[in-house]
């Protein structure tokens, strides 16, 4: 299967049916992309599939064929609303962390507070009570740098 | 498949996770492709997976033969065919949130589709996978129920189209042959004010103890999910209201005429007393 991964066109042999997540961990060996539950319910496997969040652990590497699919690997280490979720401790034990970024990323321009929680609905942080998340968000898509979600994700 | 709903039911605390090498997947490219492959072999189909992961990772999925049909692009389609609201299988439940038409014509579909996961699963989960997966609580379906759409199926050599309320047979069971496919769900115009409420755990991510979803039309239709084996409707309440009764008597007939159970989630008398709490604010709302 080929697709393009974190902007760099890629092949995979892992079995069809396996499990995006498990693919971009050993296969590709990208393991900022977390499990949690293994079930859809807690976000931190979030990875851009054609711009769009998915949970990884619910999406055969099949269907990524020809997609393009962006990790929290492909914001680099500079990542501005990296340094936020630092800045403000939006981060404790960091295994919800790649999922929370990357599932603001999708965030439309001038989010709300409300359009800020409705966005990260499917990702559950035990340690921070959300608080510091969604000021680094909020201060994130306040910078004037900040044009669009596609753009910061590549 | 699609629908983040009844995956704790399956769930057993012993099971392993399935081998994925034990299993085998071909992928259609378009839909007369995937009939004529579900023509010749038994093979379950998977569109957004949703469902279909949580079976493989607590090692509870029967099924090893699959076809993808995620890719079968003209299953995405939504659009007015008449006066009748065409949803093709394959659209997302953040299609359906975005589509106008939906959101003119079904405005309790739109939010039905909001409260079902995050982000993450309206980006995959679909409205012919919520319906296929057959689960009780399955949060689309009692909105299906209450505006009598229709399931369209279709084989190599014929098509059905099944209300919605035909569909199941069962827990889990439906009326589908093994060589068929959901191809679109089609919902007639909808007349009277629409009422969605989901009651869970939390407002997002939470399987529903009970979901309802009503409309005001002079016989109003009102159905219920989690509260039978199947997506139900009401129709002794419906006919009390259409003749007359008041809020007070339609509860009485509607706490007779459901039967939930206890499980996991909430206890029948819950459930009773919910779905009667319900009706009424349906009733006020919409009046």
Redesign the interface.
């Known amino acids: 299967m080929k697709f393009v991964l974190n902007g760099a066109g890629t092949e995979v042999k892992s079995h069809p049916m396996s499990r995006l997540l498990d693919v971009l961990r050993e296969e590709c060996g990208l393991t900022g992309t977390k499990e949690g539950c293994g079930e859809g319910e807690c976000g931190a496997c979030t990875v851009l599939v054609d711009g769009e969040p998915v949970c990884s652990c619910l999406i055969p590497v099949a269907q990524v064929e020809g997609t393009e699919v962006v990790t929290i690997e492909g914001l680099g280490d500079r990542h501005p609303l990296q340094i936020l979720f630092m800045n403000e401790v939006g981060a404790q034990c960091g295994i919800c962390t790649p999922g929370m970024i990357m599932a603001a990323l999708a965030l439309g321009p001038s989010p709300t507070l409300d359009d800020v929680k409705t966005a990260l609905a499917g990702n559950l942080c035990r340690c921070t009570g959300y608080s510091a998340i969604y000021r680094a968000i909020l201060k994130w898509r306040e910078m004037p740098d900040v044009t669009s979600s596609a753009s910061a994700a590549r | 498949m699609a629908g ?1 709903a009844g ?1 704790h039911v399956v769930r057993e605390r012993s099971a392993m996770r399935t081998a ?2 034990g ?3 071909r ?1 259609a490219a378009s839909l007369g492709e995937a009939l004529a492959i579900l023509r010749d072999d038994e093979r379950t189909p ?1 569109a ?3 469902d ?3 079976a493989l ?2 090692g509870t999925l029967k099924p090893r033969q ?1 076809l ?1 049909i ?2 079968v692009s003209e299953l995405r389609d939504i659009s007015m065919k008449g006066t009748t609201l065409v949803i093709g299988a394959l659209a997302t439940y ?1 299609s359906l949130i975005r589509s106008t038409l939906v959101g003119t014509h079904v405005p309790m579909l739109v939010e039905a589709s909001r409260q079902v ?5 309206q ?2 989960g679909t409205l012919g996978g919520n319906v296929a997966n057959a689960s009780p609580a399955g949060d689309s379906l009692p909105v299906l129920a209450a505006v009598d759409a229709v399931v369209v199926l279709r084989s190599a050599d014929s098509e059905r189209r099944i209300p919605i309320t035909k569909f199941y047979t069962g827990y889990r069971a439906t009326v589908m042959r093994p060589n068929e496919l959901i191809v679109a769900i089609e919902i007639p115009p909808v007349e009277g004010k629409q009422w969605f409420r989901k009651v869970g755990t939390r ?3 939470a399987i529903s103890k009970i979901v309802v979803a009503g409309v005001r039309a002079r016989t109003p239709r009102i159905a219920f999910g989690s509260v039978a084996p199947t997506v139900v409707r009401a129709p002794e309440t419906e006919s009390a209201l259409a003749e007359g009764a008041t809020i007070d008597e339609a509860a009485l007939v509607l706490s007779r005429e459901i039967a939930p159970i206890d499980d996991l989630r909430s206890t029948a008398e819950y459930r009773t007393r919910v779905a009667t709490n319900l009706l009424r604010r349906f009733w006020i709302e919409t009046g």
């Open positions: 983040n995956r994925i090498s299993l085998e997947v992928s998977i957004g997976a949703t279909l992961y949580v990772n607590f699959f993808d995620w890719s953040t996961g995050g982000a993450q699963i980006n995959r407002a997002a991510q």
